[in-house]
């Protein structure tokens, strides 16, 4: 159903679509079409006056895809906070995965339907066109527009799933940006009949967040081993462990949820703090002899050494600073990447985490729902709204995390287990990554352990997501 959310606010000001955010929008379809990089510096793009963005897509001839531009009238709706999403077919209906991606949902869309026909129509042998702004959609959508505008926030100061575009129209359970790039494909395919997409396939991306390890000592921690979680032998190994100089339960348990994923070949990642002691923040000392050991075993393992800054570096850049600071001088390294606490967090924060030298962000993820928060499972650069420029800084979007199910979507493990593969499946149909964020405080609970272990079964052999390879790929309009 066609909706639009509407509100009246004061939005930031937005050029009716400069360029330049055409130009980042039509890359990161064609990422997710297949196109590679080298084929897409052959395009190039025109601004016409009859309301159409033409992207010639072979040198020599004038084969082009040419997309609607929205009015002056649809820019003045978004800046009011209204939004309204379509939906849109194939042009030929895919067998493998029609069950997935039925159809496509354009969110912001420059159209005032509820269903708009084909994604992409043919006018001739030289030209396929969409009639929706597919570029402004992409670009609005990656970029969190609507996290921009005023809007109710939660107990912790977050944006909620229930308050966003995707939930309201029913599609954050889509990668929907990465089902357009499958639609775009089939555009140039019917253009371009010789031409090969690039292979997609699943990659992971697993992360742990070292919020609790034991460290300093906690009688409210140990009794919540003994009477909340039933495992009286772990509070008495927290209460022999600072004298007898043995490892606390959440050490142990932090060092088997890396085992399990080393295990089957999967290299996860682990978030430090370097936060203060506070309401939420047990401001465990990374100098520790036991922490220190245990961030070596770690390097030493291959596990990637990330940053998690605390609870009150939110909205503090201070704070912030001096705790990515002190994450840096420690792992003696600067580009690191990490993710907010509590995923308290707003697209300020990636002009923040820029500025601090970071490589990349994972805090792109709902608390309260699972699911597709920015509309995709391909890590981006973001479209930094505020200064109208792509930022250098790669947001490697989180899918779900463990506290999701249990505390606010009430899922047992046999529940947990069923969404989680059908997020891998939707990851896996566009070609995209994977992202899951566990904690060691998690497994404490016998049956999310088995439905953890199930699905690191499952997704054995499947390739590690790479950053490092990933953050330098740059397509450049010619």
């Given at each position: 159903?066609?909706?639009?959310?509407?509100?009246?606010?004061?939005?930031?000001?937005?050029?009716?679509?400069?360029?330049?955010?055409?130009?980042?929008?039509?890359?990161?379809?064609?990422?997710?079409?297949?196109?590679?990089a080298?084929?897409?510096?052959?395009?190039r793009?025109?601004?016409?006056?009859?309301?159409?963005?033409?992207?010639f897509?072979?040198?020599?001839?004038?084969?082009?895809?040419?997309?609607?531009?929205?009015?002056?009238?649809?820019?003045?709706?978004?800046?009011?906070?209204?939004?309204?999403?379509s939906?849109?077919?194939?042009?030929?209906?895919?067998?493998k995965?029609?069950?997935?991606?039925?159809?496509f949902r354009?969110?912001f869309?420059?159209i005032?339907?509820?269903?708009?026909?084909?994604?992409f129509?043919?006018?001739?042998?030289?030209?396929?066109?969409?009639?929706?702004?597919?570029l402004?959609?992409?670009?609005l959508?990656l970029?969190?527009?609507?996290?921009?505008?005023?809007?109710?926030?939660?107990?912790?100061?977050?944006?909620?799933?229930?308050s966003?575009?995707?939930?309201?129209?029913?599609?954050?359970?889509?990668?929907?940006?990465?089902?357009?790039?499958?639609?775009?494909?089939?555009?140039?395919?019917?253009l371009?009949?010789?031409?090969?997409?690039?292979?997609?396939?699943?990659?992971?991306?697993?992360?742990?967040?070292?919020?609790?390890?034991?460290?300093?000592?906690?009688?409210?921690g140990?009794?919540?081993?003994?009477?909340r979680?039933?495992?009286?032998?772990?509070a008495?190994?927290?209460?022999?462990?600072?004298v007898?100089?043995?490892?606390?339960?959440?050490?142990?348990?932090?060092?088997l949820?890396?085992?399990?994923?080393?295990?089957?070949?999967?290299?996860?990642?682990?978030?430090?703090?370097?936060?203060?002691?506070?309401?939420?923040?047990?401001?465990?000392?990374?100098?520790?002899?036991?922490?220190?050991?245990?961030?070596?075993?770690?390097?030493a393992?291959?596990?990637?050494?990330?940053?998690?800054?605390?609870?009150?570096?939110?909205?503090?850049?201070?704070t912030?600073a001096?705790?990515?600071?002190?994450?840096q001088e420690?792992?003696?390294?600067r580009?690191?990447?990490?993710?907010?606490?509590?995923?308290?967090?707003?697209?300020?924060?990636?002009?923040?985490?820029?500025?601090?030298?970071?490589?990349?962000?994972?805090s792109?993820?709902?608390?309260?729902?699972?699911?597709?928060?920015?509309?995709?499972?391909?890590?981006?650069?973001?479209?930094?709204?505020?200064?109208?420029?792509?930022?250098?800084?790669?947001?490697i979007?989180?899918?779900?995390?463990?506290?999701?199910?249990?505390?606010?979507?009430?899922?047992?493990?046999?529940?947990?287990?069923?969404?989680?593969?059908?997020?891998?499946?939707?990851?896996?149909?566009?070609?995209?990554?994977?992202?899951?964020?566990?904690?060691?405080?998690?497994?404490?609970?016998?049956?999310?352990?088995?439905?953890?272990?199930?699905?690191?079964?499952?997704?054995?052999?499947?390739?590690?997501?790479?950053?490092?390879?990933?953050?330098?790929?740059?397509?450049?309009v010619?």
């Amino acid at each position: 159903m066609t909706s639009a959310s509407s509100a009246t606010v004061r939005a930031q000001e937005i050029p009716e679509f400069p360029r330049a955010a055409a130009a980042y929008a039509l890359k990161e379809l064609a990422r997710r079409a297949g196109v590679s990089a080298d084929f897409y510096r052959c395009w190039r793009m025109e601004f016409g006056a009859a309301g159409f963005v033409n992207v010639f897509v072979e040198p020599g001839t004038d084969k082009r895809i040419r997309f609607s531009q929205a009015t002056p009238e649809f820019w003045q709706q978004i800046r009011a906070g209204v939004f309204r999403t379509s939906r849109a077919s194939w042009m030929r209906r895919p067998v493998k995965i029609s069950a997935l991606v039925p159809d496509f949902r354009v969110p912001f869309s420059s159209i005032d339907k509820e269903e708009i026909g084909g994604l992409f129509s043919i006018v001739d042998n030289n030209c396929v066109e969409c009639p929706v702004d597919l570029l402004a959609s992409t670009m609005l959508t990656l970029g969190r527009f609507e996290e921009t505008l005023p809007s109710p926030k939660d107990e912790y100061g977050r944006f909620s799933a229930l308050s966003g575009v995707a939930w309201h129209d029913r599609f954050l359970d889509r990668p929907v940006i990465d089902e357009l790039g499958l639609g775009f494909e089939q555009a140039l395919s019917h253009l371009l009949p010789r031409w090969t997409p690039q292979e997609r396939r699943l990659r992971v991306k697993l992360s742990h967040d070292v919020d609790e390890i034991g460290l300093p000592f906690t009688l409210r921690g140990t009794i919540g081993h003994a009477v909340r979680r039933g495992h009286p032998a772990w509070a008495l190994r927290d209460l022999l462990a600072p004298v007898v100089n043995i490892e606390t339960s959440y050490q142990r348990l932090m060092r088997l949820i890396v085992a399990l994923s080393i295990e089957r070949g999967i290299k996860p990642a682990v978030y430090w703090k370097a936060s203060a002691r506070g309401r939420n923040d047990t401001g465990y000392d990374l100098r520790h002899r036991a922490v220190r050991t245990m961030i070596e075993d770690f390097r030493a393992q291959g596990v990637e050494l990330g940053i998690h800054p605390g609870y009150d570096s939110y909205q503090s850049r201070e704070t912030l600073a001096a705790e990515v600071s002190a994450l840096q001088e420690l792992f003696g390294k600067r580009q690191l990447g990490g993710r907010q606490d509590f995923l308290r967090w707003n697209p300020q924060l990636w002009i923040e985490w820029e500025a601090l030298g970071l490589a990349y962000d994972s805090s792109v993820g709902f608390a309260d729902r699972i699911g597709f928060r920015a509309g995709t499972c391909y890590p981006f650069r973001p479209w930094i709204l505020a200064e109208h420029r792509e930022a250098n800084l790669l947001e490697i979007p989180l899918l779900a995390m463990d506290e999701t199910f249990y505390s606010h979507q009430k899922l047992g493990p046999a529940g947990t287990l069923v969404k989680l593969r059908e997020l891998v499946e939707h990851c896996r149909a566009v070609g995209g990554v994977f992202t899951l964020l566990w904690h060691n405080t998690r497994i404490v609970h016998r049956g999310f352990l088995q439905a953890y272990q199930t699905l690191l079964d499952e997704l054995a052999g499947t390739d590690n997501y790479n950053w490092e390879a990933d953050s330098d790929r740059r397509f450049d309009v010619c």
